[in-house]
């Protein structure tokens, strides 16, 4: 087949995505493809005549465009196949304050959280606000996490441990212009559970490496940075629990194909932190270790992920 690869694009996850695509391509290639990539960042309005001679298109975008569901909308409208969820189901997972009101609504265990809209940050003259205090308030006691709504990979995320730091954090975020979510920071052990198809694979459990306070940036993507066990060694009807969790926070957000969910586990009990649409693929990424666990290379992966678009084109 001809495949357009889609990477890069502009958000702060650009590096990532990038990364993941050299492994992509080598790998379709390998199984007999031709492919073409396509950077949105070089004119995503180029996107619809770049689409019209190729079989299908295979997206590797983090944040937006991409994780935002606006790439998939405008290839539902040339009728072009790919992998992964639709622009409805794309959206609900990216904004994390909404997917965890569907959560709550559908009984799935979330943290407790705060949303911040981007404009409490600047009075109406579109000046930058220099005390939030009496704006902000959290019914929750500290730690705190502190990241953008709309984002991934661990970028901009803080660990706030006092009260007193607390607006300071969401400052630096709302500066960007960008909505804020404060989550009630629970310890306990991280989990990760991919989907695929309609079938939830073998969890991960995740110990942040030295220094690290949760699964950061660097811990996701260096190697070494991260203990990550796969299976995860929980007992079974803790293992699925998560599974059954991961499956039902898929279908509540309409998604299709995979998804990864990420979970902690406080004191016992899973909690959902959020889900991904478009999980990373990477050489150290969770996805393709949980569908090696599962029994499937990383070229099987991308051929199932192909057979799974093209069914539901």
Known sequence: MRILLIAGGWSDEREVSLSGATGIETSLRRMGHTVILFDPRDGLTTLPHLAEDVDFVFLNLHGAPGEDGLVQAMLDGMGKPYQG????????????AVSKALFVKNNLATPPWVFVPARLGVDQYGEQISDLSAEISCPFAP?????????????GVEMVRERNGLVPAVQKIL??????????????????????????????????????SFFDYDSKYLPG??????????????SRGIQ????????????RGYSRADFILHEGQASLLEVNTLPGMTATSLLPQAA???GLDFDHLLARLIELGMREH
């Not at 969820?85 to 994390?96: E, M, N, Q, R, V």
């Open 85 to 96: 969820s639709g622009p409805a189901g794309s959206i609900l997972a990216l904004d994390k």
């Open 143 to 155: 730690p705190y996490v502190v990241k953008p709504n709309l984002g991934g990979s661990s970028l």
């Open 175 to 212: 500066q960007q212009g960008r909505d804020v979510l404060v989550e009630q920071y629970l310890p306990g052990v991280e989990v990760t559970c991919s989907v695929l198809g309609d079938e939830a694979l073998p969890l991960i459990l995740i110990r942040p490496g030295e220094g690290a």
């Open 225 to 238: 940075r991260a203990d990550e066990v796969c299976p995860a060694p929980l007992p079974g009807d803790v």
């Open 244 to 255: 059954s969790m991961a499956l039902h926070a898929h279908r509540i957000l309409g998604l």
């Open 292 to 294: 090696a666990a599962h």
